[in-house]
């Protein structure tokens, strides 16, 4: 059964019964509602999921330009060489951490994690097949 499928039953079965307490069945050759097992409904979610951020993806992003790409890897690279530098720096003062040296080096901490999962989700997003790179074909 595909997800359109499951969402038209999902459907028909609200007017049945309270939109308070749905439930999740499909019907077999003879009519009869069947309950979905777990594994069913969790692959029926999963592909309402890529489904949802595929659109979603495509009215945020479009399409990526490898130069984009670019553009992330050399502002990674630049937050962590200022993050190592930074914390070189303190190092080499032989004196105790300052209040402002720690939050320098915590903002510079957050903010290549944060870019990193930025990083992680476009590429992901890319290898899934999400979202478009112009000049790449599909596999």
């Given at each position: 059964?595909?997800?359109?499928?499951?969402?038209?039953?999902?459907?028909?079965?609200?007017?049945?019964?309270?939109?308070?307490?749905?439930?999740?069945?499909?019907?077999?050759?003879?009519g009869a509602p069947?309950?979905?097992?777990?594994?069913?409904?969790?692959?029926?979610?999963?592909?309402?999921?890529?489904?949802?951020?595929?659109?979603?993806?495509?009215?945020?992003?479009?399409?990526?330009?490898?130069?984009?790409?670019?553009?992330?890897?050399?502002?990674?690279?630049?937050?962590k060489a200022r993050y190592?530098?930074?914390?070189?720096?303190?190092?080499?003062?032989?004196?105790?951490?300052?209040?402002?040296?720690?939050?320098?080096?915590?903002?510079?901490?957050?903010?290549?994690?944060?870019?990193?999962?930025?990083?992680?989700?476009?590429?992901?997003?890319?290898?899934?097949?999400?979202?478009?790179?112009?000049?790449?074909?599909?596999?």
């Open positions: 059964m595909s997800v359109i499928d499951f969402i038209a039953v999902r459907r028909r079965q609200g007017d049945a019964k309270s939109e308070s307490a749905p439930s999740f069945f499909s019907e077999k050759s003879h069947t309950a979905l097992t777990a594994s069913q409904f969790t692959r029926h979610i999963t592909h309402i999921i890529e489904d949802e951020m595929r659109r979603s993806l495509k009215r945020q992003v479009d399409i990526v330009d490898p130069h984009e790409m670019i553009d992330m890897a050399k502002m990674l690279a630049d937050l190592i530098g930074v914390t070189l720096a303190i190092a080499s003062n032989r004196k105790p951490m300052t209040d402002s040296e720690l939050e320098e080096l915590r903002g510079l901490r957050v903010r290549i994690q944060e870019f990193e999962a930025a990083h992680n989700e476009l590429n992901e997003a890319i290898a899934s097949q999400l979202v478009e790179v112009r000049g790449v074909i599909k596999e």
